[in-house]
């Protein structure tokens, strides 16, 4: 489910995170869709198909979201911590949500494998809706607040810098 696309041929890092949001809501998205029928009132083998749909998410979420996570903790972070500091404030808070998001990702990985053991499927409707919930608002909270403090604070140079840097990350 590679649907974050190649943003390395942007320019602006800002840009580049953002798209990379887009790609998350979209995936977010379907993660919902799939979980409001998981959660109704459907046959178990329909329920045990759309569960299977979810290891597209934890793959995406495993690879291309924490490719996205280090980019900004590896790269953005430190430079903009330059300007507002690291450890309080905005990115600070961002790097918490960031490891929230890494445990409640494990969490969900481990109520899709528990259900093919006990059938139950509510922990992962649960964990889902939880990281859903966490997603959306940490990104509206980067889109929003914190790609704005960046937009006004990082030079041209430090955001070419910055881009280059991106790119190596894989």
């Known amino acids: 489910m590679d649907i974050i ?3 390395t041929a942007m ?3 800002i840009d580049a995170l ?3 949001h887009e790609a998350v809501r979209v995936v977010l998205g ?3 869709g799939y979980l409001r029928k998981i959660a109704g009132q459907i046959s178990d083998s329909l329920r045990k198909n759309l569960i299977g749909q979810l290891n597209e998410i934890t793959s995406f979420v495993d690879k291309d979201l924490e490719i996205h996570f280090k980019k900004e903790e590896n790269v953005l972070f430190p430079v903009l911590g330059n300007y507002i500091g690291i450890e309080t404030g905005p990115i600070h808070v961002m790097l918490l949500e960031h ?10 990985k481990d109520a899709i494998i528990e259900y093919s053991a006990d059938g139950e499927y509510e922990n992962i409707v649960s964990k889902g809706d939880g990281l859903i919930q966490l997603l959306s608002e940490h990104i509206e909270k980067e889109d929003n607040i914190l790609f704005n403090m960046a937009e006004m604070q ?3 140079e430090e955001k070419n810098e910055i881009m ?3 790119r190596t990350i894989k």
Not at 99 to 108: A, I
């Open 154 to 156: 990082l030079t041209n």
């Open 18 to 20: 953002k798209s990379d």
């Open 5 to 7: 696309t190649d943003t």
């Open 11 to 13: 320019l602006d890092p």
């Open 30 to 32: 379907n993660l919902d």
């Open 99 to 108: 490891e929230q998001s890494r445990k409640l990702s494990k969490e969900f």
């Open 164 to 166: 280059g840097k991106m």
